[in-house]
């Protein structure tokens, strides 16, 4: 029982953490803008966009919605960094200009 107890304690503090990236002397972590990373990181070794739809909801009669999807989309980019021998890759994504979540490992969309 008290490893159970152990171990969702640290699976809480796991997943309220968020991912951060290190480059150079700064830190980025998410709400960070496009061109903090750029001026920390440099480039990207490969860079991604795509238009991710937006779900609006619009309220109708008591009880009832009426959900629009697709027009208009969001553009989300990410962004992959190589990060030399005995570092994960890290992938860098942003929406609105910002940077939405940092992801180390296989890289790209899920």
């Known amino acids: 029982m008290r490893r159970l107890g152990a171990l969702l304690a640290l699976s ?5 953490q968020a991912e951060s990236l290190k480059c150079g002397g700064s ?18 070794q490969l860079r991604d966009a795509f238009c991710k739809p937006v779900t609006v909801v619009v309220p109708g009669l008591p009880g009832s ?4 999807t697709g027009v208009p989309c969001q553009v989300v980019d990410e962004w992959l960094y ?29």
């Open 65 to 68: 919605t009426t959900v629009i």
């Open 12 to 16: 809480s503090v796991a997943s309220v």
């Open 82 to 110: 190589e990060r030399g021998d005995g570092n994960l890759p890290a992938t860098v994504r942003f929406e609105a200009g910002v940077v939405q979540s940092i992801r180390y490992g296989q890289g790209g969309r899920r």
């Open 27 to 44: 830190i980025l972590s998410e709400g960070d803008s496009k061109l903090s990373v750029l001026r920390a990181c440099g480039e990207p």
